[in-house]
């Protein structure tokens, strides 16, 4: 009976033993393990970090390239509407150029306020240079468009008494002689109308002349004939 038991007691000794060992390898293979998964997780942890930083720096980059071509659309877009301005305002002042040219010539119909002359002459004592003078004291005072008995001034307008008539060119004109002028109305009037002017100075000096103005808000002057030109040229530069 007591070498049973021994026998019992040594195998029992044996199993604890063994499950001893067998306990020890298997903490020693899980402590493995796990120390190897940590090992595994660090590089893929620095790798994702990594990778995360490329990409940071990837949409950092691509952030820049879309401000500097968002900077250059809108300088050429600054450049197009700029270029246009300037072509507007080239044309618009070529308008204004060609506006002021036609005018000046006569070519074109205007109206605009101004004032209305009327000049009498019962005895006929009035001549071309009489006329003329009259002319070239409105445009002194301003006037930007002129016509005399309907009919537009322009650069070769000119005024003769032949026969006891007036003419203006080849047409010839009747008292009394009207002439409507597009300006300041006041100025004109003012200068027209001076102590020593041409009112004063061809209804004193020419027996039986009587010389009315009178402003106006609305005056309207036809177009007439293109000045001709022969000997004048322009010049090319």
Known sequence: MKEVLEIIDRQARRTRISIAIICFLLGFLLVTQIKGQMAAAKPLQEESEKNLVELARGLRDEVTIQKAESATLNLQLYKVERVANDKKSVIEEVKKTRDRFVISTGVVGVEGRGVRITINDDRGRLNGIDLFDVLTELRAAGAEAIAVEGQRVNVATSFSRRDNMMFMGDRRIEVPYIIE????????????????????TLTSSVPGVSFEIATTAMISLPGGETPKYEFARAVTE
């Open 181 to 200: 002028a597009i300006g300041d109305p006041e100025t004109i009037y003012q200068a027209l109308t001076m102590v020593g002017g041409i009112r004063d």
